[in-house]
């Protein structure tokens, strides 16, 4: 019953770290405290020359979806990750302990654009 969409820029060699229990606005400017994660959707900039990289928070990372927080995955330019947990329990956000997804520039010497989408409760 919770949505968060948005397209991003990440600065060369820079990150993006998106709070997922207290800090991203709705459509509507309301806070959202997601606790269960059921997709997320990350679609990365066919304009750009680096991979855009999702996963790898060092602190309070996110990583119900991943074995560990140094796991991470490459998009590439033009390229698209989904992952979707659709049953009941969906991927858990406990907040101010494992509620940062990570978002990188996987390079040097330009900035990359993405869009994400995240649906859960």
């Known amino acids: 019953n919770k949505l968060f969409t948005d397209t991003r820029t990440i600065a060369a060699s ?14 509507f400017g309301a806070t ?18 680096n991979d855009v990289v999702v996963g790898g928070a ?4 996110f990583v119900s979806w991943v074995g560990a927080a140094t796991d991470k995955v490459k ?7 989904m992952m979707v947990a659709p049953d009941v329990n969906g991927l858990a956000v ?6 940062i997804l990570q978002v990188a ?12 989408t995240v649906i859960g409760s």
């Open 75 to 81: 998009v590439k330019p033009g390229g698209l990750f």
């Open 14 to 27: 820079g990150t993006d770290s998106l709070d997922l229990n207290g800090v991203l606005l709705d459509a």
């Open 94 to 99: 406990t907040a101010a302990t494992a509620d």
């Open 105 to 116: 520039n996987g390079g040097a010497g330009s900035s990359v654009n993405y869009t994400i």
């Open 32 to 49: 959202l405290n997601f606790t269960k994660i059921r997709a997320i959707i990350v679609a990365a900039d066919a304009g750009n020359t």
């Open 58 to 61: 060092a602190s309070n990372g």
